[in-house]
């Protein structure tokens, strides 16, 4: 620079210092100032069949949910640019969809991978608490099911299904090894004629038995106290036969009890089973979370497998390869804790005139 242009005293001479001056002061902000993101509203982007493709709900669907859990839902900090909860909401569903590593869904926001596992955990816990309202036994189904095989008063059906899991810790790790040898949890199932699901419990490890979990549920115990009326269960034989859980025979004898084995209205739950995992392949493929944010993700997933039916949302093909779905859980052991007398009186009574 002309030294001779600084020692001057001229007005111009004046000016040009004060706006190099001025030009410093700003490059310094600019690098002292974080970089404004700007995320993508694919709401607005993206027409409604690529966004259902993407994120496994329609947008009115989308759009519902949102009013529902921002409430529960929190942005730490505008000072970072906090990510809001329409953003958390995406993130988490492109995760359901995909099912992969949190990194990946992190880039798809913008944000780091501690942040997205914060996200998935706080809007997983979001939307299962939302189980109440969308998750719950009635017995508006009774109908829908006898035209399915003709089988009179069911409430639902029961099965359970294994959702494979990264190995927790050295020290329980064994507890959540199945009898197929791989980590999972146990989640037991019950489904009305719509494929919705009545209930869900997602707390136990792979190597418990079916009928542990149901002698242990919440739903045993309103069962026992009749709070269902005459209705039953339909389940396999890893299941104890009871009053209000109608099992398979192990040896049947006449054609009824044939007939009454192969009911094909016990196997709405396997389908029920199945369409819930194809549409979040996240309880398809291998989920690497904690075990409390695991068991967030299943309840999460079961609520928005109602909401979709409730919907009339169709099947949606996976963007992912999936494993060949195996909704079998423990080996079909007879537990006849109760005599099958009823059972048999049932089948002759009702099947002796089809």
């Not at 299962?128 to 036994?137: F, G, H, P």
């Not at 006898?146 to 899991?165: C, E, S």
Request: hydrophobic share 35%; net charge neutral.
């Amino acid at each position: 620079m002309d030294l001779t242009l600084l020692s001057s005293d001229s007005d111009s001479d004046l000016e040009m210092l004060a706006q190099l001056s001025d030009c410093s002061d700003e490059d310094e902000t600019q690098r002292r100032s974080p970089k404004r993101i700007r995320r993508v509203n694919y709401t607005q982007s993206l027409d409604d069949g690529d966004f259902t493709f993407r994120f496994r709900l329609n947008k009115h669907a989308f759009n519902s949910l949102l009013l529902e859990i921002t409430p529960l839902l929190r942005v730490t900090s505008t000072r970072n640019y906090g990510v809001s909860p329409l953003h958390q909401l995406l993130l988490t569903l492109r995760f359901y969809a995909l099912g992969t590593m949190l990194i990946s869904v992190a880039d798809f926001v913008g944000v780091s991978k501690s942040t997205a596992g914060r996200i998935v955990r706080d809007t997983s816990l979001a939307i299962a608490q939302l189980y109440d309202k969308y998750i719950y036994v009635h017995q508006r189904s009774a109908d829908k099911f006898y035209r399915i095989a003709g089988f009179p008063r069911v409430l639902g059906a029961i099965d359970g299904t294994h959702i494979r899991i990264q190995s927790p810790c050295h020290l329980t790790g064994e507890e959540y090894r199945n009898r197929k040898g791989y980590f999972s949890i146990n989640v037991q199932g019950v489904c009305d004629a719509d494929l919705k699901f009545i209930n869900v419990v997602a707390r136990w490890p792979g190597s418990t038995h079916d009928a542990t979990i149901f002698n242990n549920s919440v739903l045993r115990a309103e069962c026992d106290a009749g709070q269902f009326g005459n209705r039953w269960l339909l389940g396999d034989s890893a299941y104890p036969n009871r009053p209000y859980l109608l099992t398979p025979i192990l040896n049947p004898v006449s054609e009824a009890e044939h007939r009454y084995n192969e009911i094909k209205t016990r196997n709405t739950i396997e389908r029920a089973f199945g369409v819930w995992k194809r549409r979040f392949p996240v309880v398809a493929l291998t989920l690497r979370l904690s075990i409390p944010n695991m068991q967030a993700v299943i309840i999460a997933t079961t609520v928005l497998h109602n909401i979709c039916r409730n919907h009339n949302l169709t099947e949606i093909p996976s963007e992912v390869e999936l494993p060949s779905i195996d909704n079998s859980t423990m080996p079909h052991n007879v537990i006849d804790d109760i005599p099958t007398m009823h059972r048999t009186d049932i089948i002759n009574n009702y099947f002796r005139t089809l």
